[in-house]
């Protein structure tokens, strides 16, 4: 049994598709048959069900597939620890990171990609929950997100910096000169919120009361478009303050509220290997100017 033929194996068990499989494997489909075929012969048992129209797998494909991707998982951590002893001049960082997130990191992907310039960086922007189905597939090394409300089953979260939701406006607002806003004062203007499951509108709804009424008269699951709406109207919107980090044309009020704290976290899956590539880029984020005088030494 060849690793190759584990991951011919596992490609086509996850398309159910030979055509499919070929294609992203960059072989012929009979190259990949052949394969598929050795291994079921060494095997001694048929993996999948083919006919004309579609490919399922047998009650013994079932039961391999989970191994052959642990089994893949752990030759791709070999590859990775040799890499990390070849001082960082190989390898890929896969970095997951929600929306909100992502005005503090522009100047730590730069930074690092200078320093390390035969890195291959793959950034995944996506809501929470999509990043830590990742993060638990092993698709993403680690996650840049704030702080969950509820800690996640086999996901470690470290503290990088302290951060609270804000009111966000633009500068010429009325609210533009304010120390704080209360909710009841949130309730006088109209409102353009994340979409719900955004980490900043999940917080916010954590917060406010039945009795609450706000005037809701959009709602965005993209945050730049988010404030470039906040930059041309006198509309208000709720994030964490880190979200405007290097923003122009907007301001942060802070809640006046109590519970309104998103702490920035560092998410990993618990007894992980960390790759060195990925301890070089949490440390040049900790010592960026968006974080260096909040940082958490964790790591």
Same mark, same amino acid.
């Given at each position: ?121 793959? #950034? ?6 999509? !990043?830590?189905? =990742?993060?638990?597939?092993? /698709?993403?090394?680690? %996650? $840049? *997100? ?71 008269? #959009? ?6 478009? !988010?404030?470039? =709406?906040?930059?041309?109207? /006198?509309?208000?919107? %709720? $994030? *964490? ?59």
């Amino acid at each position: 049994m060849e690793l190759r033929q584990l991951k011919y194996f596992v490609n086509v068990a996850d398309n159910l598709s030979f055509s499919e499989a070929a294609k992203n494997l960059c072989v012929t489909q009979s190259t990949l048959s052949q394969q598929i075929k050795q291994l079921e012969r060494e095997l001694g048992t048929q993996l999948f069900i083919r006919s004309s129209h579609k490919v399922a797998l047998t009650e013994a494909g079932e039961e391999l597939l989970p191994h052959a991707k642990n089994t893949i998982h752990s030759a791709e951590i070999c590859i990775s620890r040799i890499s990390d002893l070849n001082e960082l001049s190989s390898g890929t960082l896969n970095i997951g990171v929600t929306y909100s997130f992502s005005p503090i990191l522009t100047e730590t992907l730069i930074t690092f990609m200078r320093m390390y310039p035969l890195i291959k960086l793959n #950034i995944f922007y996506k809501p929470m929950s999509e !990043l830590m189905d =990742l993060l638990k597939q092993r /698709e993403v090394d680690f %996650v $840049l *997100a704030f702080k969950p409300s509820e800690p996640v089953e086999g996901v470690e979260s470290h503290i990088l910096f302290q951060n609270s939701l804000s009111a966000i406006v633009r500068t010429s607002h009325s609210l533009a000169s304010s120390s704080s806003v209360s909710l009841a004062e949130l309730e006088k203007y109209d409102l353009a919120l994340p979409s719900k499951g955004l980490q900043a509108r999940n917080a916010f709804d954590r917060i406010i009361t039945p009795y609450n009424c706000f005037k809701v008269r #959009i709602e965005l699951n993209e945050v730049n478009i !988010l404030l470039n =709406l906040i930059r041309k109207t /006198e509309f208000v919107t %709720v $994030l *964490a303050e880190a979200s405007i980090h290097n923003e122009s044309g907007v301001k942060a009020i802070p809640l006046s509220i109590p519970n309104n704290e998103m702490a920035g976290c560092v998410h990993i899956l618990k007894e992980s290997y960390r790759k060195h590539s990925m301890q070089e880029f949490i440390r040049l984020l900790s010592e960026s100017i968006a974080v260096k005088e909040r940082q958490n030494a964790w790591i």
